[in-house]
């Protein structure tokens, strides 16, 4: 659909009317419905967009920081670059939307759907996704820090390439994702479901996998060091040089 041109004026006036409408219960005023309009570039940083209808919207290079996108629906959004520091991007719908080069440090993404998200060469820097769901997301090249993952759906994501470092990644789902050619330190992956993901060349330091299930997983060329792999559950793990580690 061909993205729809809005003035700044028009943009304030929608985000006037739609707090109205959020502080009377939705008995004054009016949802926001800015789907698939143009806010490229625009600066809304502090904006209440909670549950706004923002599907298939651009926000390319848009200044969302310490925004509330609470409970919107940003399906098939734009937000390529975008800032998003320090956003609340709660309970949200973002299936398929493209986060490519945003920054999302300290953003909140809990419990939100980013199913088959793209999210390429995203930072990430003390953001939090506990519960959330990426399944099929493309993290290829992201970098993540100190970030919080517990419990969030990751299965057959593409993370490839990443940097991983002092993350939270406790009771994870990340079964047939691809790990290769990441650095991982200081991550927490106890209980994880990691079976039948790839970690081929990878570089793993002082990672915590704890109870892991580690079945079908391989690490073929992967320099792994300063682990722990205590009560994990294994079944012919590859291993670097080709060895295996079975677990009956």
Known sequence: MKRQKISREEVKAVLANHLKWLKTGGEHGERADLSHCDLSHYNLQQANLERAHLKGTYFYR??????????????GAFMMKADLQWTIVFNTEL???????????YANFSGSDLTRASMQNIFLHNAYFS???LTSADLRGANFRFTE???AKLNGTNLSGAVIAA???VGADLSDSDLSNTEITMTNFEKANLNNSKFLNAYLLKNNFHGADLRGTDFNGTNVESFDFSDVRLSKLEMRDGEKLTQQ
């Open 62 to 75: 848009t200044n969302l920081r310490t925004a509330n996108l609470k409970g919107a629906n940003l399906n």
């Open 95 to 105: 299936k398929e939307t493209c986060l490519d080069g945003a920054s999302l440090h």
């Open 131 to 133: 519960k959330a769901t």
């Open 149 to 151: 993952m517990n419990f």
């Open 167 to 169: 993350t939270k990644m």
